[in-house]
């Protein structure tokens, strides 16, 4: 924007910056404002970043066959459009020569 090679709000002589360094200052902000509304020092926080699957799956008989009974819906609305007309590759009908 008008010739500054970046933002113009963050191109001044006295005070250059990017926008990357105001939002990791506005996150730190934000985030030391939250402790102090927690009453919870920095030092108190732990975070964990590591994720293990617990399981896979559906979590009772009633979901697994409503996903089965999405599927075959699905599967039998497929191939009704495939009987009618043929499917281009991007999804779309083609009948005739001609897309719907």
Same mark, same amino acid.
């Given at each position: 924007?008008?010739?500054?090679?970046?933002?113009?709000?963050?191109?001044?002589?006295?005070?250059?910056?990017?926008? =990357?360094?105001?939002?990791?200052?506005?996150?730190?902000?934000? *985030?030391?404002? /939250?402790? &102090? %509304?927690?009453?919870?020092?920095?030092?108190?926080?732990?975070?964990?970043?590591?994720?293990?699957?617990? =399981?896979?799956?559906?979590?009772?008989?009633?979901?697994?066959? *409503?996903?089965? /009974?999405? &599927? %075959?819906?699905?599967?039998?609305?497929?191939?009704?459009?495939?009987?009618?007309?043929?499917?281009?590759?991007?999804?779309?009908?083609?009948?005739?020569?001609?897309?719907?």
């Amino acid at each position: 924007m008008l010739g500054f090679h970046g933002h113009f709000l963050t191109k001044s002589r006295l005070w250059s910056t990017t926008l =990357a360094e105001l939002r990791s200052i506005r996150f730190r902000y934000r *985030l030391l404002e /939250a402790l &102090a %509304e927690l009453e919870v020092d920095e030092t108190d926080v732990i975070v964990v970043n590591d994720w293990e699957a617990v =399981a896979f799956g559906h979590a009772s008989d009633a979901e697994r066959e *409503l996903a089965s /009974a999405i &599927a %075959e819906t699905m599967c039998n609305n497929n191939s009704l459009k495939r009987t009618q007309g043929r499917i281009d590759t991007d999804g779309s009908e083609i009948s005739a020569g001609r897309r719907r």
